[in-house]
């Protein structure tokens, strides 16, 4: 089951994999229900959640909903931690996941609205270097994931300073390795050795331990939240979230 899943997530193009991705999980998830784990996004429960990745990890992937471990944390992080749930926002979804959009499209709270370049996802077409929407329109921003995909991080992250309203906040994860220094070469586009190099084909650079501070150029404020410490030890167990996960909290700077 890993190996299939690690090459299915290698050489399947994404677009492809969202659409096709929530069946098969659907007839998946009929062999491994159980109470061990559950998903707190659709409150399903299992023996277990699925392996997922290129290095498939284990207890990862909820059948039901999509979820992996960033995402069932960030959901805990709104819950607990914002007003996101209950306020009146109009938020700016980047890419948006699977586990995510119908139920944030449900809050009657939210002017929701997903964008992508290339997901079949997202309602708006959108670049991320140059944002179609004017200064000061967001209260909150989501871009998980993307920001090693794009040609260049920092001005993507200057323009979602730009449209956040003042007070305004979001959460821009990525990948993050035990690098001191993100590594990027923009003259290298074979795939192979983009994914030796950054550890995916369709990634330009491989963040580290600068991430907080690379993406504060951009002039957002950058806060690197550890709420997952704060959470209970059989928490973190039931609902299978990574012990050591940081989320990259921004906000509108200057």
Known sequence: ???????????????????????????????????????????????????????????????????????????????????FFTGSLKVLHVAPEHCFIDRFEALPNLEYITADIESPLAKVKMDVHSIPFPDNSF???????????????????????????SGGWGILQSPVYDLEKTIEDKTI???????????????VRKFGKDYAERLRKSGLQIEENTFVKTLPEEKVKRFALAPDEIIFVCRKGN
């Not at 586009?189 to 990634?203: I, Y």
């Open 1 to 83: 089951m890993k190996s299939v899943i690690s090459l299915v997530i290698r050489y399947i193009p994404r677009p492809i994999l969202q659409t096709v991705s929530p069946l098969a999980m659907k007839a998946l998830s009929l062999f491994n229900r159980g109470n061990e784990v559950t998903c707190p996004i659709c409150n399903s429960q299992y023996k277990k959640f699925l392996p997922y990745g290129r290095k498939a990890r284990e207890n990862a992937l909820c059948p039901s909903c999509l979820a992996l471990e960033r995402h069932r944390l960030m959901w805990l992080y709104l819950q607990e931690k914002t007003n």
């Open 139 to 165: 209260d909150v921003v989501f871009c998980n994931h993307v920001l090693e995909h794009v040609d260049d991080d920092i001005l993507a992250c200057s323009e979602f300073n730009r449209v956040l309203k």
């Open 189 to 203: 586009t074979d795939p192979a050795e983009r994914e030796r190099l950054f550890g995916q084909r369709d990634h």
